[in-house]
Nanobody, 124 residues
Framework: QVQVVESGGGLVQAGGSLRLSCAASGRTFSSYHVGWFRQAPGKEREFVAAISSSGGRTSYADTVKGRFTISRDNAKNTGYLQMNSLKPEDTAAYYC?????????????????WGQGTQVTVSS
C-alpha cells in the first residue's frame, strides 16, 4: 500500500511558477506510476501529467504541455510537478496519485492511491 501527501501549492501571479511535491510512504513507491490531476470548483477532476515507475515515460494533457514538467526521485519516494508560465485557468486543487497500469494513466480509475490535494491559485 502507498500513501501520498501533496505539498507546494499556494498563490502565485500569472506567469509565475510553482513546484508541487508528492511524498509517498511505502517501500513499493518505485513500482507505481505517478500522476497529477486537478479539479477546479464546479468542474470534474482532470488529468494533468503522469510519469512511469522508472521515470522513462511521461504523459501530459495538451493544456499544460510545454509549461509543466513531471519528474520523480525514487530514492526519496517523491514525485514533482514543476509548473511554469501559470495561467488563471490553472487554478485548482491538485492531486497526486499512484497507479499500477500505464494503459489507464490518464484516467481516474487507473489510480489506486490518492492524496488529499494541494490548492494552487493563480491571480491575473
Amino acid at each position: 500500500q502507498v500513501q501520498v501527501v501533496e505539498s507546494g501549492g499556494g498563490l502565485v501571479q500569472a506567469g509565475g511558477s510553482l513546484r508541487l511535491s508528492c511524498a509517498a510512504s511505502g517501500r513499493t513507491f518505485s513500482s507505481y506510476h505517478v500522476g497529477w490531476f486537478r479539479q477546479a470548483p464546479g468542474k470534474e477532476r482532470e488529468f494533468v501529467a503522469a510519469i512511469s515507475s522508472s521515470g522513462g515515460r511521461t504523459s501530459y494533457a495538451d493544456t499544460v504541455k510545454g509549461r509543466f514538467t513531471i519528474s520523480r526521485d525514487n530514492a526519496k519516494n517523491t514525485g514533482y510537478l514543476q509548473m511554469n508560465s501559470l495561467k488563471p485557468e490553472d487554478t485548482a486543487a491538485y492531486y497526486c496519485a499512484a497507479a499500477g497500469r500505464w494503459a489507464l494513466i490518464s484516467t481516474i480509475r487507473g489510480y489506486d492511491y490518492w492524496g488529499q490535494g494541494t490548492q494552487v491559485t493563480v491571480s491575473s
